[in-house]
């Protein structure tokens, strides 16, 4: 129909979508290379001779890495913060969607979608 042709939503709608999604990409490139360094730092400081000076400062730093690669990613859980962005994206971005094509779909519909977006995002764990 010409009404639903005509819809439009704030710009303010897309920008929010699009820092979601660019925090949901950040925090899972932090997850990504924080579990790579947990491996890769594990595995050279379980690999690595003791016996020898120059391997034991190799071991030692491999063995400080892992260790700080761990705990950043208990500590900034960067897994459970991508996909609250993602999650919270879904929401805001079905309900716009729903907004251009469904006549029935309010702008309230498209704020309270935002609102539970943020409270997704928002909440702990």
């Known amino acids: 129909t010409a009404a639903v ?13 699009v820092v979601w999604i660019d925090y949901s990409i950040f925090f899972r490139r932090i997850y990504y290379a924080l579990t790579i360094g947990i491996v890769l730092f594990g595995g050279l400081a379980t690999a690595l001779y003791d016996g020898d000076v120059w391997y034991k400062k190799w071991k030692t730093a491999a063995a400080i890495l892992v260790t700080l690669s761990g705990g950043l990613n208990s500590a900034l859980m960067p897994y459970s913060e991508h996909k609250k ?5 879904v929401v805001l971005n079905t309900v716009k969607a ?16 935002y609102a ?5 995002i928002h909440k702990g764990g």
């Open 85 to 89: 962005f993602d999650e919270a994206w």
């Open 98 to 113: 729903a907004y251009l094509t469904n006549p029935s779909v309010t702008l309230c519909d498209l704020g309270k979608a």
């Open 116 to 120: 539970y977006g943020e409270s997704i």
């Open 5 to 17: 042709a005509e819809r439009k939503v704030s710009e303010d709608i897309d920008a929010i979508l």
